[in-house]
C-alpha cells in the first residue's frame, strides 16, 4: 500500500497542507498532517517537509502500531500523537497540526486550559451549536518525548477531558481532528480563528 493507491485522499490532503502553509501556520516545515486510511493505516506527512509545496511525494503510509510501512521513510517525530488519536476513536478519520503564532504564544500564557465563550465561530467545533456554550480547550506541557506527551493526552480522553476535536501543546502548536479531512480543516480554521480574536482582544480596548 502506497500513497499512490488514495489519489482522491492525496489530492484534498495536498490542498489542505499547501493552504494551511501558505497561512503560515507551519514555518520552517513545522506541523504534520494525517488522514485515516482503513482500521489501522493512515497517511501521514514525511519529517522536515514544506508544507506550502507539499506533493505526493512528501507522504508516507503508516501503520498504528508498527509505524513506518516504508522502512526509507521517516514521519515527524510527533507521530505518536497521530497514531494516538486514531486508536482511541474509530470516528477520527485526520489529525492536522499547526504551529501558528497565536496558538504558541496563548498556549504559552493560559495555564491548563483556554477557555472560550461568546464567538459565533465556536460553531466551527463539533458539537458546539451556541455562542454562549464555553469552550474548554486543554493545554499540555510540551514534551520532546512524544510517546509520554501521548499517554498524557490519551489519559486525558479516556478521563473526558477533551471535550472539543483538538488541544493545545504549551508554545508549540495545535492538534485538531474530525471525522474527515474536510471537518478536520473546519476544526482548524475554527480554533485559528477563534485564537486571533483572543490574541488580538487585549489591543482594542475602545475608549
Ligand atoms: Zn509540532
Given at each position: 500500500?502506497?500513497?499512490?493507491?488514495?489519489?482522491d485522499?492525496?489530492?484534498?490532503?495536498?490542498?489542505?497542507?499547501?493552504?494551511?502553509?501558505?497561512?503560515?501556520?507551519?514555518?520552517?516545515?513545522?506541523?504534520?498532517?494525517?488522514?485515516?486510511?482503513?482500521?489501522?493505516?493512515?497517511?501521514?506527512?514525511?519529517?522536515?517537509?514544506?508544507?506550502?509545496?507539499?506533493?505526493?511525494?512528501?507522504?508516507?503510509?503508516?501503520?498504528?502500531?508498527?509505524?513506518?510501512?516504508?522502512?526509507?521513510?521517516?514521519?515527524?517525530?510527533?507521530?505518536?500523537?497521530?497514531?494516538?488519536?486514531?486508536?482511541?476513536?474509530?470516528?477520527?478519520?485526520?489529525?492536522?497540526?499547526?504551529?501558528?503564532?497565536?496558538?504558541?504564544?496563548?498556549?504559552?500564557?493560559?495555564?491548563d486550559?483556554?477557555?472560550?465563550?461568546?464567538?459565533?465561530?465556536?460553531k466551527?467545533?463539533?458539537?458546539i451549536?451556541?455562542?454562549?456554550?464555553?469552550?474548554?480547550?486543554p493545554?499540555?506541557?510540551?514534551?520532546?518525548?512524544?510517546?509520554?506527551?501521548?499517554?498524557?493526552?490519551?489519559?486525558?480522553?479516556?478521563?473526558?477531558?477533551?471535550?472539543?476535536?483538538?488541544?493545545?501543546?504549551?508554545?508549540?502548536?495545535?492538534?485538531?481532528?474530525?471525522?474527515?479531512?474536510?471537518?478536520?480543516?473546519r476544526?482548524?480554521?475554527?480554533?485559528?480563528?477563534?485564537?486571533?480574536?483572543?490574541?488580538?482582544?487585549?489591543?482594542?480596548?475602545?475608549?
Amino acid at each position: 500500500m502506497t500513497p499512490a493507491d488514495h489519489p482522491d485522499i492525496v489530492e484534498q490532503f495536498c490542498g489542505i497542507c499547501c493552504d494551511f502553509g501558505e497561512r503560515g501556520w507551519c514555518r520552517a516545515t513545522s506541523g504534520n498532517f494525517s488522514a485515516r486510511i482503513d482500521d489501522c493505516h493512515c497517511l501521514i506527512t514525511k519529517s522536515g517537509r514544506n508544507k506550502a509545496r507539499l506533493t505526493i511525494e512528501d507522504l508516507m503510509m503508516c501503520n498504528f502500531d508498527t509505524g513506518a510501512m516504508d522502512p526509507d521513510c521517516k514521519s515527524s517525530a510527533e507521530t505518536p500523537l497521530h497514531m494516538h488519536l486514531y486508536q482511541l476513536d474509530d470516528a477520527v478519520g485526520a489529525v492536522l497540526h499547526t504551529h501558528s503564532v497565536a496558538a504558541t504564544v496563548l498556549s504559552r500564557h493560559a495555564g491548563d486550559s483556554l477557555s472560550i465563550t461568546g464567538y459565533e465561530m465556536q460553531k466551527a467545533l463539533h458539537n458546539i451549536s451556541s455562542h454562549e456554550e464555553n469552550v474548554t480547550i486543554p493545554i499540555f506541557k510540551n514534551d520532546q518525548d512524544m510517546n509520554a506527551l501521548a499517554e498524557r493526552v490519551t489519559t486525558a480522553w479516556r478521563d473526558g477531558r477533551l471535550a472539543v476535536p483538538g488541544f493545545l501543546i504549551a508554545g508549540h502548536g495545535l492538534y485538531a481532528w474530525g471525522k474527515d479531512l474536510d471537518e478536520a480543516r473546519r476544526h482548524v480554521e475554527g480554533f485559528e480563528f477563534l485564537f486571533e480574536c483572543l490574541w488580538q482582544e487585549p489591543l482594542t480596548k475602545l475608549p
